[in-house]
C-alpha cells in the first residue's frame, strides 16, 4: 500500500454517500451522528475520526490505505475479475458518476469477506509485472503445476535456503491460488534481516524495543519481486545480488502436462 495515503484527506474527498455506507457496514465510528456533516462541511468527521485511538483507528485506516491503493484501473480491475468468480457483477453495482476511490471503498464494505483480500494480491501481483522489479522468464514449457502440500513445503524450503546465503530468509510462507480458472499463483513471504525496532504498545501507547523480523507482505505494494518459474525444471536462484525485495509472485499459465 502506498506509504503517502493520507487518511483525513480521503475522508474529505470521498462522496459523503460511500463514506457513510462503508463506515456502517464496517461498523467504523459506532454512535457518530452522520447529521452533523455535509459534502461541504467535514470537520466532525474529521474531529471524530482524531478522537479514535488504538484498534478502533488502527482498522480504519488500514482499510482507508487498501482503498486508496485499489482506487487504480489495476486496482478495480483486480476486483471486477474476483467478483465474476462469485457471480457478482461489479461494475453495475456503480454509477457513471462515482470515481475509482468511491468504488473501491464500497467495494470493501459490501464484499470484504467475499473477494476483497484475493483481489488484493493480484492487483499487488499486476502492478509488479508492470515495473522493473518482474522478470519474466520465456520458454517454459506449458505443464500442469506442482500444487501438493509436498511441492509446496519443497518450494518453501528451496527458496528459504537461496535467500539464507544473503543472511535473511529464515521464515518463508508459500501460498497458491488460482486466479479465475486459468492462471496459478504463488505468493511467498520471507522474514528480512532481524533488526532492533521500536514499536508502539496500542495498548499503552508507550514505546517499546524488540527485534523483528521484518516480513515481506504480499498484500503490500511497493515491494519489489523476483519473479521464479519452477515447471518443468527445479527451481534455482541467481546468487546473492539478483534478488530485489523480499515479495516474490510466480505465475504460470495451466496445460495439459509436457
Request: include cysteine; glycine fraction near 8%; aromatic fraction near 8%.
Amino acid at each position: 500500500m502506498s506509504s503517502a495515503t493520507n487518511p483525513r484527506r480521503l475522508l474529505t474527498q470521498l462522496t459523503l454517500a460511500s463514506i457513510t455506507e462503508y463506515a456502517e457496514r464496517r461498523q467504523r465510528l459506532p454512535g457518530f451522528d452522520w447529521s452533523r456533516v455535509t459534502e461541504d462541511d467535514r470537520k466532525a468527521l474529521l474531529e471524530a475520526f482524531d478522537g479514535l485511538h488504538g484498534e478502533p483507528r488502527n482498522a480504519l485506516v488500514a482499510e482507508l490505505v487498501e482503498a486508496d491503493f485499489m482506487a487504480t484501473e489495476v486496482g478495480f480491475r483486480a476486483l471486477v475479475g474476483e467478483a465474476k468468480v462469485h457471480g457478482i457483477d461489479l461494475p453495475a453495482e456503480f454509477t457513471a458518476d462515482q470515481g475509482l476511490h468511491d468504488r473501491a471503498l464500497l467495494t470493501l464494505a459490501r464484499h470484504h469477506d467475499t473477494f476483497w483480500a484475493s483481489a488484493t494480491r493480484y492487483a499487488v501481483a499486476d502492478s509488479l509485472s508492470e515495473g522493473r522489479s518482474w522478470r519474466k522468464r520465456k520458454g517454459v514449457a506449458v505443464a500442469v503445476p506442482r500444487i501438493t502440500t509436498e511441492e509446496l513445503e519443497a518450494l518453501r524450503k528451496d527458496i528459504s535456503v537461496c535467500y539464507r546465503e544473503e543472511g535473511r530468509g529464515e521464515f518463508c510462507e508459500v501460498e497458491h491460488a488460482l486466479r479465475e480458472g486459468t492462471q496459478h499463483y504463488f505468493f511467498v513471504t520471507l522474514s528480512d534481516y532481524p533488526r532492533n525496532t521500536g514499536i508502539f504498545d496500542t495498548r499503552t501507547g508507550r514505546l517499546r524495543r524488540t527485534i523483528r523480523h521484518l516480513r515481506g507482505d504480499p498484500c503490500l505494494r511497493g515491494r519489489r519481486a523476483y519473479r521464479h518459474h519452477r515447471h518443468p525444471c527445479p527451481w534455482r536462484c541467481q546468487g546473492p545480488g539478483r534478488h530485489h525485495g523480499t515479495v516474490q509472485l510466480l505465475r504460470a499459465a495451466p496445460g495439459p502436462a509436457a
